[in-house]
């Protein structure tokens, strides 16, 4: 059975990724970090979704916060008003490096596990903005890794797979849902409350996912 | 004044390195690593060598430790007998992907003090079993960071310096000294004692790179 490190936030997209890897037939472990969010509510469903399918959880305490960002310093406003804009324009909510940062150490995690493979729910529909989820990207970082891991050096490269990076947010809940994800328990908003906001920008790219896909999102919102 | 981030472990070649940075003429950025070493000896060095040169530490907390290693589990022995050992044979003191993780986090603090480049102390002479030591690596890294990160997309792509990589230990001690490193306040024995152990490979090609480049260590061994 081949083995898989799966990049989990505990959001739609990457839990949907976790549910593709486990539907390919192999053998996940899902990673999440603790790297200085504003809230551990993606943490907490990180671990409700690994719970949920019985799988190991792997979280790696990373303190970027001294990496300036929107994301990880409380005194900068998170936005609320670029849902939908697909230009180039790199938003403020990047965090530097952030998903080199991940995939590195994923790719660490794998090496230790085993694995031949991670798994990312990047895309480039909604983060067209994010130079780290683009295609040329991913296809960079494989030819990375085969030159410095032991797998490469040894023939074997890390493959990095990326089932979501050109779905729409509708089609990415009709995977999930086709794939029985738990999406109950995920977490998307950029805020910590009890209830998701239902005003940030990722709630309203996961709001008009549900809608445009034609189901009920089962979370609760403010 | 154009800057650098400098990966510095605390040993004789990542301060040799930060010499030559800031010998040419940069704006310096040591950043350091706790990822769950047996011994905190290299932070301290690195502590006080960015003390002597009045510059600004990072040490970035990461847990790594439950990447299977001799350097992080403490279950398992440094070996002592591979010194001068220059086969493709992959050191069992290797901790999985841990330069691409380190180079990663280093991207990320680049973007965040503006820094255009960064310098890392490594060697293919003494380390050749390594993958992530190797000068293709290096390259791929630099082409993984110019698709991947925010710089790269705006056509100012991250540069890697490898001012040590091609030397014997015996030029990177003649390199120090002529740059005037405080070679007396770095730490190379993989034990973490009051002095150095003279014994593990690390102590050996220090010793010996001393010895040929006809210079006494400044450190106390046991």
Redesign the interface.
């Known amino acids: 059975m081949a083995k898989a490190v799966v990049l989990l936030s505990g959001g739609l997209d990457s839990t949907t990724t976790l549910a593709q890897a486990i539907d390919d037939g192999l053998e996940v472990f899902p990673i999440s970090f603790r790297y200085g969010q504003r809230h551990d509510k993606e943490l907490i469903s990180a671990a409700e979704v690994c719970k949920y399918y019985g799988v190991k959880h792997?979280i790696?305490?990373?303190?970027?916060s001294?990496?300036?960002s929107a994301l990880t310093n409380s005194e900068i406003d998170v936005p609320h008003d670029r849902a939908g804009k697909l230009d180039a324009e790199?938003p403020v909510t990047?965090?530097?490096?952030?998903?080199?940062?991940f995939?590195?150490?994923a790719?660490?995690?794998?090496?230790?596990v085993d694995a031949d493979r991670i798994y990312i729910g990047a895309n480039v529909i909604d983060y067209s903005g994010y130079?780290?989820c683009?295609p040329?990207?991913f296809?960079?970082?494989e030819?990375?890794?085969?030159?410095?891991?032991?797998a490469?050096?040894e023939g074997n490269p890390l493959k990095i797979v990326t089932p979501i990076l050109n779905m729409s947010k509708a089609e990415i809940v009709k995977t999930a849902k086709k794939l029985k994800a738990p999406l109950h328990l995920t977490w998307s908003c950029y805020e910590g409350g009890e209830k998701a906001c239902g005003k940030c920008d990722s709630c309203i790219l996961r709001l008009r996912g549900f809608r445009e896909a034609g189901y009920e999102d089962e979370i609760e919102y403010m």
């Not at 790696?60 to 970027?64: P, S």
């Not at 990047?94 to 940062?101: E, L, M, S, T």
């Open positions: 792997t790696i305490d990373i303190d970027l001294s990496f300036r790199i990047y965090v530097p490096a952030r998903n080199i940062v995939l590195s150490i790719a660490g995690l794998c090496e230790s130079p780290d683009r040329e990207f296809e960079s970082f030819n990375m890794l085969a030159k410095g891991t032991k490469g050096v």
